[in-house]
């Protein structure tokens, strides 16, 4: 005889906080799910949900959840027509709108507020309310700390009309203030992080600032010849960035492409990734955040648990987790917060509806602010313990004994939206601040699986801090086909049916032979290498943190703070450039805005290994007992084309450190105009480190013309 239990039982228990009558539970549990309307009809939440146990094997079934299903971001829905267009354009009643695919045009509204929600903490088992800053489509959507995804489309005009709700805040002067002192936390405006379009006027202009009870319309002229791939959006206003990002604003952007390559050009690795005709891969989008809220006493400081400063954050019952202070940055806050890393808004949440043995599109997204993620899905022990009780603390030793099955290899083939020259099948993909990969998945077997943070070797991450193995979630994966023999033979003949089926004629052959040799992906990779006949000057870069004097701790680069009326570099369009980005204090993500960069060679701190080539092995770095550690994160890097890079600086034994020599190529195209480059740890570009970059139009003498 089974036993049946239902989901609803196991959130009766974690939600027994919840007051009120059962439509409000049912509503504050839509509100944590993000369930989509039909359910809040239904009087009786998740009485459809159940599972059944053989009786007798208690042990050996599925492990319950207990944390939240991870849904897919809510797509932003287009403004209403009568928005989208000036008022002479409006379409005559009785036509219909073109999908918004066809679009020529499309416009969307997006709100700033502080939205009251709730999120669910392991350390406590029990929800934390909170109260943060957040994107939001539309008044009554239930508050969730992922923003919603956009989908654009080459050749498309999309606006974005960004409406600052938040309340008025006296700090947000003039930007040049006091520039590098956090600040004007209600003030904002909107990057979208990879997308090459003008950065300009309402273009992707980051200089401004959207203050309070502002709208402004922003204007993405989407090229034609625009990459399809992953990009994300965040607010990015110099001094309040950090605090923003980490309160959960931050959603993906994603350009869809149509295109097939042809005998000269490129398509979109979209027109490929389909099984069958006309039927693409599934795709799930994960967007990674580190929501880092905490509670304060009278005094404002910071509550830890049993009031111990070492101990992670603590919210007292009654009081609202908030973000609201530069003091929950910096070097170990994010470990010592004991807070998850949250995949679209969920902490400890599962993914649903996978099927062994097809291959999924997954677009990552580390939206986060102060934690490497080291991804790594791996099979759970049927039977395994319920993870209800999970605190952070605990994890490495739940995944220890729990998830132990072999890493699922991750076939990567896209780096920051943009597809790679190859497929490149990875134990582990490694996402610093900022970092996009896009991967192709098939898990072997039905099944549950951990969605894993790994340790991240000292050398590797953010925090130059062993952090214990974090969980992020888990993935129920159902009854399909079982995927025998080598993973990658197994999805090089997915991609050679998915060619056969797909591909026009005219370059077929040529697309399979490149997937039969080593899963090239030439047809569908964006840019032309940059050669050295190409390049037309030099660049230096080197990021710094000084702390020579008493109490002052300076950001830099080029040994400068950020000074919001400096050029710091004038470069020019149709140029290209070589690159050599160093770090002469810990590592950071380098990231600018407009144009990705190649990646021509990364030289380890011996002054002569390429750690960049293939199979190169990074065990440069020591660890406190002087032993060497293996970071994997450069290796094959070599000739890919990204927009986010992490510049690394590590201890190499006896007190000292290495320095990396990062060499990039960049070319400066179409776009004129002043924007940014700066570190992606967000607090560090608030704190100053960043800089102003110019391109600008060659003046006919072997120069750059200046601006009049
Ligand atoms: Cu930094």
Same mark, same amino acid.
């Given at each position: ?357 097809? @291959?999924?599109?997954?677009?990552? =997204?580390? &939206?986060?602010?102060? !934690?490497?993620? *080291?991804? #790594? +899905? ?98 129920? @994966?159902?009854?399909?086909?079982? =995927?025998? &023999?080598?993973?990658? !033979?197994?999805? *090089?003949? #997915? +991609? ?213």
């Amino acid at each position: 005889m089974p036993t049946t239990r239902t989901v609803d039982s196991l959130f009766g228990a974690i939600c027994s906080t919840s007051a009120g009558s059962i439509s409000g539970k049912a509503e504050r549990i839509r509100a944590v799910l993000g369930l989509k309307g039909s359910f809040v009809a239904s009087p009786l939440p998740f009485v459809s949900v159940s599972f059944l146990q053989p009786a007798g094997a208690a042990e050996a079934g599925p492990t319950p959840d207990v944390g939240p299903a991870i849904q897919e971001p809510q797509t932003l829905a287009p403004a209403a027509r009568s928005q989208n267009t000036l008022s002479n354009l409006a379409l005559a009643p009785g036509v219909e709108a073109p999908p918004v695919s066809e679009a020529r045009e499309v416009a969307y509204d997006l709100d700033v507020i502080y939205a009251d929600g709730q999120i669910w903490n392991p350390t406590t088992q029990a929800f934390d309310k909170v109260k943060l800053r957040s994107y939001q489509s539309e008044a009554g959507v239930p508050p969730s700390f992922i923003a919603p995804a956009i989908d654009v489309y080459p050749g498309q005009t999309v606006r974005i009309t960004l409406h600052n709700k938040l309340p008025a805040d006296t700090t947000c002067g003039v930007m040049g203030g006091s520039a590098n002192t956090p600040n004007c936390f209600n003030g904002t405006n909107l990057h979208s992080h990879g997308l090459w379009v003008n950065p300009s006027g309402n273009g992707d202009n980051v200089m401004v600032s959207i203050n309070p009870g502002v709208s402004f319309q922003y204007e993405y002229n989407i090229p034609q010849d625009h990459p399809a791939g992953t990009f994300w959006y965040h607010s990015h206003r110099h001094g309040s960035t950090a605090l923003q990002v980490s309160s959960g604003m931050a959603g993906a952007l994603i350009v869809r492409g149509s295109r097939f390559p042809s005998i000269d050009a490129h398509g979109d690795l979209d027109t490929l990734l389909k099984p069958v005709k006309d039927q693409p891969f599934a795709e799930r989008t994960l967007v990674f955040q580190q929501i880092q809220y905490a509670c304060r006493d009278a005094q404002g400081n910071i509550e830890h648990v049993d009031s111990d400063p070492t101990k992670p954050y603590y919210c007292p019952s009654g009081q609202i987790g908030t973000v609201e202070d530069y003091d929950q940055f910096g070097p170990g806050t994010w470990v010592g917060s004991g807070r998850f890393t949250s995949i679209n808004g969920a902490v400890l949440g599962h993914l649903d509806n996978a099927v062994a043995g097809r @291959v999924e599109r997954w677009r990552m =997204v580390h &939206g986060g602010v102060r !934690d490497t993620i *080291a991804f #790594q +899905l791996r099979k759970r022990s049927p039977g395994s313990a319920d993870p209800r009780n999970l605190r952070a603390a605990d994890a490495e030793s739940y995944v220890n004994a729990n998830c132990t099955g072999d890493p699922v290899p991750l076939h990567l083939v896209a780096a920051d939206g943009l597809t790679m020259a190859a497929v490149t099948t990875v134990k582990e993909a490694l996402f610093q601040p900022g970092y996009r990969w896009d991967a192709l998945i098939a898990f072997p077997e039905p099944g549950d699986y951990c969605v894993i943070n790994d340790l991240a070797g000292s050398s590797a991450s953010v925090n130059q801090t062993v952090r214990g193995v974090q969980i992020l979630g888990f993935v129920h @994966v159902g009854s399909g086909e079982v =995927v025998s &023999g080598e993973p990658s !033979d197994y999805l *090089a003949r #997915q +991609l050679e049916a998915a060619a056969e089926a797909n591909m026009p004629l005219s370059v077929r052959e040529r697309v399979l032979n490149d997937l039969k040799n080593g899963m090239k992906l030439t047809s569908f990779t964006p840019h032309r290498d940059i050669d050295d006949k190409e390049l037309t000057g030099k660049q230096t870069l080197t990021f710094n943190i000084n702390v020579s004097q008493p109490n002052e701790t300076f950001f830099q680069v080029d040994g400068r703070p950020y000074d919001p009326n400096r050029i710091d570099r004038t470069l020019m369009v149709g140029g290209a450039d070589e690159w050599t980005l160093k770090s002469d204090f810990v590592s950071h993500p380098f990231h600018i805005h407009v144009n990705p960069f190649q990646i021509v060679k990364i030289i380890a701190p011996d002054g002569k290994t390429d750690v960049s080539a293939p199979g190169a092995i990074d065990n440069f770095a020591r660890d406190s007992n002087n032993n060497p550690v293996v970071d994997t994160q450069y290796p094959g890097l070599k000739g890919v084309w990204k927009d986010t890079l992490f510049i690394k600086n590590v201890p190499v034994g006896g007190g000292k450190t290495g320095q990396y020599t990062v060499v990039v190529r960049s070319r400066y195209e179409r776009y004129i105009g002043d924007f940014v480059l700066h570190c992606h740890i967000l607090d560090h570009e608030d704190q100053g480190m960043m800089q102003n970059v110019r391109i600008a139009v060659p003046d006919g003498q072997g120069g750059v013309a200046e601006h009049h």
